[in-house]
Nanobody
Framework: QVQLVESGGGLVQAGGSLRLSCAAS????????MRWYRQAPGKQRELVAG???????TYTDSVKGRFTVSRDNAKNTVYLQMNSLKPEDTAVYYC?????????????WGQGTQVTVSS
């Protein structure tokens, strides 16, 4: 069984930094795209950043220049370095990945980690 486990959330003042990690484990044949989503109270979940297996990255406009997504393929882990944090970045952050096990590729979600940015 495949699991995604996130870590690194917390409380930080505006202008500060946090680094989120998400590690995939279990019966994994390969990991394709990995992504970070976030969901603020009363809002829809939105895609924050994504990275392909080859390292190609995408970002939503509101985080460009402040957030950096990266991955360690040997560890099946994706990271999100968040700098210059703003109160509007406050949300639960979720990791998502397309993972192939012995049979098929499917999408998996982490449990979410809370990020709170105080003004």
């Amino acid at each position: 069984q495949v699991q995604l486990v996130e870590s690194g959330g917390g409380l930080v003042q505006a202008g500060g930094s946090l680094r989120l990690s998400c590690a995939a484990s279990g019966r994994i044949s390969s990991v394709d795209a990995m992504r970070w989503y976030r969901q603020a109270p009363g809002k829809q979940r939105e895609l924050v950043a994504g990275i392909s297996s080859g390292g190609r990255t995408t970002y939503t406009d509101s985080v460009k220049g402040r957030f950096t997504v990266s991955r360690d393929n040997a560890k099946n882990t994706v990271y999100l370095q968040m700098n210059s944090l703003k109160p509007e970045d406050t949300a639960v952050y979720y990791c998502n990945a397309d993972i192939r096990d012995d049979v098929r590729t499917r999408g998996y979600w982490g449990q979410g980690t809370q990020v709170t940015v105080s003004s």
